[in-house]
Each structure stands twice: as C-alpha cells, then as structure tokens.
C-alpha cells in the first residue's frame, strides 16, 4: 500500500526550513528517501530502519517513529538546490523493492 | 555513492517492435536489481525485482511476458519491453542494491516513447 506524503507541494524562501512527512498503515522495515529533479532519476538522501531512528546529513535529516510508522524529512536552512520532488519509499521486509509515495514537490524561492 | 548506469538514456520506436534497455552496476555487484517506471508527474511503481541468477519477481498486475527481465551477471540486468505499444511510453528506471550497500541507487534512466 502507498505510503502517504504530506504535504503535496511546499513553496519556501532561500534559508526557511521544511518537514515532509511520510506514513504508512503498514508495519515498516525501512524508510528511504529520494530528491528527483525534473527529468532525472531520484538521488537516494537516506534510509531509517526499523527499531525507530535519527540520521542527519548537513541540513538534511530523518526521523523514523516506528510505532506509528511515520517518517519525517527534515530541511533546514534551505538553499536552492533542494529544489525538487520529495519522494519516500517504503519496505515491509528485506531487501524489497520500494513503495513510493506521491512525492512532495519542493520550491525554493531566492 | 554507488554508481548506477542506464542505456539508452532515451529510445523512440515503433509500435509492435521489441526496446532492450540494460542497468549496470559500475563500482559495486548488485545482488539485486528493481525495476521501475514513472508515468509523467507520478511516483514511481515498482515493476518487478530480479536477483542474479534468478528468475525475476513480478508485481501484480506486471505482465512478465510483455516485461522480460534477465539478470545473468552481478553487475548487468536487462529489462526487454516485447511488442511495444504507445501506452508503454514512460520513463523506466532501476535500481540496484548489494555489495555491502542495502539502499537503493538508480540509474539515470531511460525514457521510452512508442509511436
């Protein structure tokens, strides 16, 4: 079942922060996340696992609260290049292929 | 990262004809391979996973024989779209994991339009 993504789109200035979330009513091995530009394949950010997680990357970073099966991307300090779709993939067991969300369509203004 | 690559990158062909369309792992064996394809401003669907040697795994509503997927080698999968029709034009693209990476990396992508 399709995760879902909120929200669907976001317009941010230069230096503001952004949370997108991802949740499932399934019961969750993984979160993966993905930033896709227009005509590009995704770029993979970062995976969570189960047992509930943090990862940080830069100003990127994820949460994952595996009780209620929901994860959290978290942009901070937003600069231009984090323009972009925002797409998280779920997995219920090893090793699956991903179940994507609707993805959240991410503007940043300068 | 894991390096990831796709060919073609962008294929046009008639309907009725057969497009091979290869992913390669560059730097690492991928024990798995994904496939999927993206509809214009869509998420993107898992088509089937395919693991070296194996036979691939379908998912529902994927025709496996319309949707040829060969992975001989640790480093190369092919997916083969047999007698192309128009409304099989999207963006297929794969993945790969394995080699000690268990997230997912793709491929640049391949656009497939059928006329």
């Known amino acids: 079942q399709q995760p879902v993504q909120s929200p669907q789109a976001v317009i941010l200035r230069e230096g503001e922060d952004a949370v997108i979330n991802c949740s499932s009513s399934k019961a969750l091995y993984s979160v993966h996340w993905y930033r896709q530009k227009h005509g590009e394949a995704p770029v993979f950010l970062m995976i969570?696992?189960?047992?509930?997680e943090q990862k940080g990357h830069e100003k990127i970073s994820a949460s994952f609260n595996e009780k209620k099966q929901q994860s959290s991307l978290y942009l901070t300090a937003s600069q231009l290049s984090y323009s972009g779709t925002y797409f998280c993939?779920?997995?219920?067991?090893?090793?699956?292929?991903?179940?994507f969300g609707k993805g959240t369509h991410l503007i940043i203004q300068p | 990262g894991a390096v990831v690559s796709q060919h073609p990158s962008w294929v046009i062909c008639k309907s009725g004809t057969s497009v091979k369309i290869e992913c390669r792992s560059l730097d690492f064996q991928a024990t798995t391979m994904f496939w999927y394809r993206q509809f214009p401003k869509q998420s993107l669907m898992l088509m089937a996973t395919?693991?070296?040697?194996?036979?691939?795994?379908?998912e529902q509503g994927v025709e496996k024989d319309k949707f040829l997927i060969n992975h001989a080698s640790l480093t190369l999968s092919t997916l083969t779209v047999t007698s192309a029709h128009p409304e099989d034009s999207s963006f297929y693209i794969c993945?790969?994991?394995?080699?000690?990476?268990?997230?997912?990396?793709f491929g640049p992508g391949t656009r497939l339009t059928v006329t």
């Open positions: 993945s790969a994991s394995g080699g000690g990476h268990y997230e997912q990396y």
């Open positions: 969570l696992l189960k047992g509930g």
């Open positions: 993939g779920t997995e219920e067991g090893g090793a699956d292929g991903l179940t």
């Open positions: 395919s693991n070296e040697g194996s036979k691939a795994t379908y």
